[in-house]
C-alpha cells in the first residue's frame, strides 16, 4: 500500500474523509499526539487499525467526537464528566464512561467492555476532518506497538518501526502543540481515577472537580502495553538505547537529554514543562539515532511533570 501524504488543507480534509468513509485509515493530527484514525462504527476499519500497529491483542481504543453532544450520544455522561467536559473540551483529557446501548460503536472498539473511552479534541485539523467525515474515529496513537508516539507527520511513517506502506494516508499538519497523549480519566463508582497521566496535569483536573483523584497505580493494566501484575512496568514507549533517569550529568559514552539547561538535546533550556512535554518524543527519537545509551536529567513531579516521568519511566523499563 502507498501512503498519501495529505495537507490539512481543504482537498486534503476532503481526501481523508473519503478514505476513512472507505473503511481507511489515516494518520490524523490531534494536539496530544497523531492519532490512527479509523471508522469507529465498522468493526472491519477498527480491526485494520489493531492490524497496522501490530497490537498484541485487541485494547479498547479512544473513541473522537466533534463536540458534547456527540459526546452524550455515544456515552452517558454523569455529572462529574459533564464537568470536566465543560472545563477541559475541547482538549487533552479523555474520560472513560458508560457506553450507552444504542450507540452506533463496533463492538472491538471496547473490547467488547461496556465502557468507552471518548475525547473532543481541539486541533483544528482534527476538528474540520471530524465534522467533514460526520462520525466517530477510534484512533490510537499512531505508532507501531511499544514504541515511542508520533508528535509529527514524518514521525508517522519513520523509514524505522513507524506505520509508511500499513496505511492509507497521513494528514500532516506540522508538529502536536501538546507532545504528550491525553490524560485518561475514569470513574469507581463516584470516585474519579486518574488511569493515564497526560496533557491536562492531573492538579487541574482535581482543581476542577473539588475532590482528589484516586491513582490506582501507573501499572494497573489499563493501558494495553501496561503490565498486569503490580509492581512491574513493561516497556512501552520504547527507544531502542537504554535510557537512565534522573542524570544530573552524563557519563562518558552517554547522549544527555537536558532540563532547565542549554544543550543540544534540551527539554527545556528555561525549565518549562509545557515546553518539555511537546519536545519529549520528539528528542527522544533524536538521541535513539546517535545509537548510544541516553541519560536524561531529572524532571519535577509535578503538573506535567508528572506525565513526562510516566512517559520516561516506561521508556526505561526492562525490554520483554
Ligand atoms: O492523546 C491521546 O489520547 C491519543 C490521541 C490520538 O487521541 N490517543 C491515545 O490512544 O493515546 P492509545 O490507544 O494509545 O491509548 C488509549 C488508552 C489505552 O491505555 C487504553 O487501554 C485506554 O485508553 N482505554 C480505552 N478504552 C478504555 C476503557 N473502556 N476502559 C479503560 N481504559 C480504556
Ligand atoms: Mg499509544
Redesign the pocket.
Known amino acids: 500500500m502507498q501512503t498519501e501524504r495529505l495537507k490539512a488543507d481543504s482537498a486534503g480534509l476532503a481526501r481523508a474523509a473519503e478514505l476513512l468513509s472507505a473503511g481507511q485509515l489515516v494518520a490524523i493530527p490531534?494536539e496530544?499526539?497523531?492519532?490512527l484514525a479509523g471508522d469507529a462504527r465498522d468493526g472491519t476499519a477498527v480491526a485494520r487499525i489493531y492490524a497496522a500497529k501490530g497490537r498484541p491483542s485487541f485494547?479498547?481504543?479512544?473513541v473522537?467526537l466533534p463536540d458534547l453532544e456527540a459526546a452524550r450520544r455515544i456515552a452517558h455522561l454523569t455529572p462529574q464528566a459533564e464537568t470536566l467536559a465543560r472545563a477541559f473540551w475541547p482538549g487533552?483529557l479523555?474520560m472513560?464512561l458508560p457506553l450507552r446501548q444504542d450507540a452506533p460503536i463496533a463492538s472491538l472498539v471496547?473490547a467488547g467492555?461496556p465502557?468507552?473511552?471518548i475525547?473532543v479534541?481541539a486541533h483544528p485539523a482534527a476538528q474540520a476532518l471530524l465534522r467533514r467525515f460526520g462520525g466517530p474515529l477510534a484512533?490510537?496513537?499512531?505508532n507501531a506497538s511499544g514504541r515511542i508516539?508520533p508528535t509529527s507527520a514524518g514521525h508517522v511513517l519513520d523509514p524505522d518501526g513507524g506505520l509508511d506502506g500499513r496505511i492509507a494516508a497521513v494528514l500532516d499538519a506540522g508538529p502536536c502543540p501538546v507532545g504528550l497523549?491525553?490524560t485518561?480519566i475514569?470513574w469507581d463508582a463516584d470516585s474519579p481515577l486518574l488511569?493515564?497521566p497526560?496533557?491536562i496535569p492531573a492538579e487541574a483536573v482535581e482543581a476542577a472537580l473539588s475532590r482528589p483523584l484516586a491513582h490506582p497505580g501507573q501499572d494497573s493494566g489499563?493501558?494495553?502495553d501496561r503490565p498486569t501484575a503490580p509492581g512491574q512496568l513493561t516497556s512501552h514507549y520504547a527507544p531502542q538505547a537504554s535510557l537512565r533517569l534522573n542524570a544530573a550529568t552524563p557519563r562518558a559514552g552517554e547522549t544527555f537529554i537536558a532540563f532547565g539547561a542549554p544543550g543540544p538535546l534540551s527539554l527545556s533550556e528555561t525549565g518549562d514543562l509545557t515546553q518539555a512535554a511537546a519536545r519529549l518524543f520528539d528528542l527522544l527519537r533524536q538521541a535513539d539515532r546517535l545509537g548510544r545509551p541516553i541519560a536524561v536529567a531529572p524532571i519535577p513531579d509535578h503538573g506535567l511533570g508528572a506525565a513526562i516521568n510516566d512517559r520516561l519511566r516506561r521508556a526505561a523499563a526492562p525490554r520483554d
Open positions: 490531534t496530544t499526539v497523531y492519532g485494547n479498547p481504543l479512544i473522537h487533552a479523555t472513560v471496547t467492555l465502557t468507552i473511552a475525547r479534541p484512533a490510537p496513537s499512531a508516539s497523549e491525553s485518561i475514569g488511569l493515564r497526560g496533557g489499563q493501558d494495553p
